[in-house]
Structures are given as structure tokens and as C-alpha cells.
């Protein structure tokens, strides 16, 4: 599920709510038409980067929920807006393919890098094969506008004071 945080929303906007309910799924969230794809201005690298890792991961665990997944993000259109891809061996090494994402009116381009972590042979069963997908600013600009975001957050949220971490003082 989508971390249901004020200062997510603005990253959020224009989402389906039924995409972001009870078994929200970050990859179906970032692809689907109805989703962050209208906004995605890499959105042909990141569907390639997705499909690939899920593929992967169909691979190690071949999980039909999965394949249904995947089936299904393979349906989606290309939005109209999608440039061109990469060429395979410019795409950032292989190293990270970063998610472009217009923010507001679409004049500022944020760019995050993702890590996924599946807990593939977790003893509690409540956590096999879990996999959790955490997205990271990949630039200064992205890293600022985020800090920007969560202050606002809090300030909206009554809590002015800073955040442990966020370099404020109490």
C-alpha cells in the first residue's frame, strides 16, 4: 500500500483514488494510464526498467499474482506524450534507471532513483516474498523540492517544528 502521508500527495496528484486504496501497487500506480504515466516524462525507460525487474523476480519466484502483474502492465498504452527510449547501453549503465516526474503545473522535473527490497525467504510468513519499493532523489533539485514538500506537510499539519534529521533546530 501507498504511504498515505501529506507530503506524498502532491507527488500523487491526479492519481485514480481506486489505484491508491487497500493493495496499492507502486509499479501498477506509476504505469497505468489513470496513474503517474501522463506525468512521466521518461515513461519508456521506466516501463522497460519496470517489466525487466519484474520479469526478474517472475524468474526467481514464479508467483502468479506476479504474472498477472506483469500481463496487466504490459497492457498498458504508451502515453501520447512519451518520447523515444534510450538505446539499451546509454540507459544509465544498468545501474539505476531514475523515474522523471513532471510536478505541479509541469514546470519542474523531479527525479528519483528506486531500490527494491524482497523478503524472499523470511521465516514469518506474514513477509514472504514482500517486496518493498523505496524511491530516493536523485538530484539536489529533487532532494530540495522534497524538503520543501515536507515542510509544507508539516506546517499544514499543525507540526512546524522540524523533523529529526532535516539539519532544524528545536
Same mark, same amino acid.
Given at each position: 500500500?501507498v $504511504?498515505?502521508?501529506?507530503g506524498?500527495a &502532491?507527488?500523487? @496528484?491526479g =492519481? !485514480?483514488p481506486s489505484?491508491l486504496?487497500? /493493495?496499492a501497487?507502486?509499479?501498477r500506480?506509476?504505469l497505468?494510464?489513470?496513474?503517474?504515466?501522463?506525468?512521466l516524462?521518461?515513461?519508456?525507460?521506466?516501463?522497460?526498467h519496470?517489466?525487466?525487474?519484474l $520479469?526478474?523476480?517472475i524468474?526467481?519466484? &514464479?508467483d502468479p @499474482?506476479? =504474472? !498477472?502483474?506483469?500481463?496487466e502492465l504490459? /497492457?498498458?498504452p504508451v502515453?501520447p506524450?512519451?518520447?523515444p527510449?534510450?538505446?539499451?547501453?546509454?540507459?544509465y549503465g544498468g545501474l539505476a534507471?531514475p523515474?522523471?516526474l513532471?510536478?505541479?503545473d509541469?514546470?519542474r522535473?523531479?527525479r528519483?532513483?528506486?531500490?527494491?527490497?524482497?523478503?524472499?525467504?523470511?521465516l514469518d510468513i506474514?513477509?514472504?516474498?514482500?517486496?518493498i519499493?523505496?524511491?530516493?532523489?536523485?538530484?539536489a533539485?529533487?532532494?530540495?523540492?522534497?524538503?520543501e514538500?515536507?515542510?509544507?506537510?508539516?506546517t499544514?499539519a499543525?507540526?512546524?517544528w522540524?523533523?529529526?534529521?532535516s539539519?532544524?533546530s528545536?
Amino acid at each position: 500500500m501507498v $504511504a498515505a502521508n501529506e507530503g506524498v500527495a &502532491p507527488l500523487l @496528484a491526479g =492519481v !485514480a483514488p481506486s489505484l491508491l486504496g487497500p /493493495g496499492a501497487n507502486v509499479l501498477r500506480i506509476s504505469l497505468h494510464p489513470q496513474g503517474l504515466a501522463p506525468r512521466l516524462r521518461n515513461f519508456r525507460d521506466w516501463r522497460r526498467h519496470v517489466l525487466a525487474r519484474l $520479469a526478474r523476480q517472475i524468474d526467481a519466484v &514464479p508467483d502468479p @499474482a506476479l =504474472v !498477472a502483474l506483469l500481463d496487466e502492465l504490459q /497492457g498498458y498504452p504508451v502515453p501520447p506524450h512519451a518520447r523515444p527510449p534510450t538505446p539499451s547501453p546509454d540507459l544509465y549503465g544498468g545501474l539505476a534507471v531514475p523515474l522523471e516526474l513532471a510536478a505541479g503545473d509541469g514546470d519542474r522535473l523531479l527525479r528519483f532513483i528506486s531500490t527494491t527490497t524482497v523478503f524472499g525467504t523470511a521465516l514469518d510468513i506474514g513477509l514472504s516474498e514482500l517486496a518493498i519499493e523505496s524511491f530516493f532523489p536523485a538530484d539536489a533539485e529533487t532532494a530540495r523540492a522534497l524538503a520543501e514538500l515536507a515542510r509544507s506537510a508539516r506546517t499544514v499539519a499543525g507540526s512546524s517544528w522540524p523533523h529529526p534529521g532535516s539539519g532544524g533546530s528545536t
